[in-house]
């Protein structure tokens, strides 16, 4: 009896921790959503792609790097985060999570250089600030580009994790894997010509969307729930 107390009192105290661990989670991926989905969505679709349009919309392009940085901050402790949830289920699989994930951070932040200098072209135009500024926005673009490719890779074993753990529902850890290998399928096929405007390109990274949605808010709502990987059953005395 004392040992089945104690079992059912440690089983407990893991799900609290989970459900904690997982809602600070939910939390990290929240800030990565919207401020991904202002700086990388709604920031370029009103600023277009000229000097004289970005200069009209100064403030909200100087937003969209301030949320660019926010965003990468936020990208580097969710993945720590999510391993005190998944850790336990494959230390192998939860360390390549993070790995892919954090090696994803300095090449944003070296693209992140390129917008800043378009910046300074706002602020002091010289001659030829018109070409100068198209060449920054396409080094950022091209430092996006290698970035995404991490951005899809790190949600494979984050998938498989939550496949195997079932600690967040797993329709939403087949999305992530599925969104992951969108991801890689976006990066690779945007080297094929004409690729960038077939009607592919708007579903390889719907899976990723509604996955990582869909993870975020299940974290943040609900944290994450006791799977059967890691929680043993008492033994009888």
Known sequence: ?????????????????LRRDGRISGALYLVVV??????????????GG????????ADLFRTGIAA????QVAFLLLPLALYRVLGDVDRCAA???????????PIGL????????????LQDAGANADAAFALCLQRYSHGLRIASLFWGLWLLPFGW?????????????????LGGIGYVVQVFGGLVPGFSDSALIGYVRLPAALGEIG???????FGARAGRIGVSSPANP
């Open 1 to 17: 009896t004392t040992a089945r107390s104690a079992g059912r009192c440690m089983i407990a105290g893991s799900g609290n921790d």
């Open 34 to 47: 919207l401020a991904g989905m202002f700086c990388l969505a709604y920031v370029p679709s009103k600023l």
């Open 50 to 57: 000229t000097l004289a349009e970005a200069s009209a919309h």
């Open 68 to 71: 660019f940085m926010l965003m």
């Open 95 to 105: 360390m390549l999570m993070v790995a892919l994930a954090a090696v994803s951070v």
């Open 110 to 121: 070296v693209a992140l250089a390129q917008r800043m200098e378009a910046l300074s072209l």
């Open 161 to 177: 994790l939550v496949l195997r753990s079932g600690r967040i529902p797993r329709v939403l850890g087949l999305l992530l894997v």
């Open 215 to 221: 993870s975020c808010l299940w974290l943040l709502v």
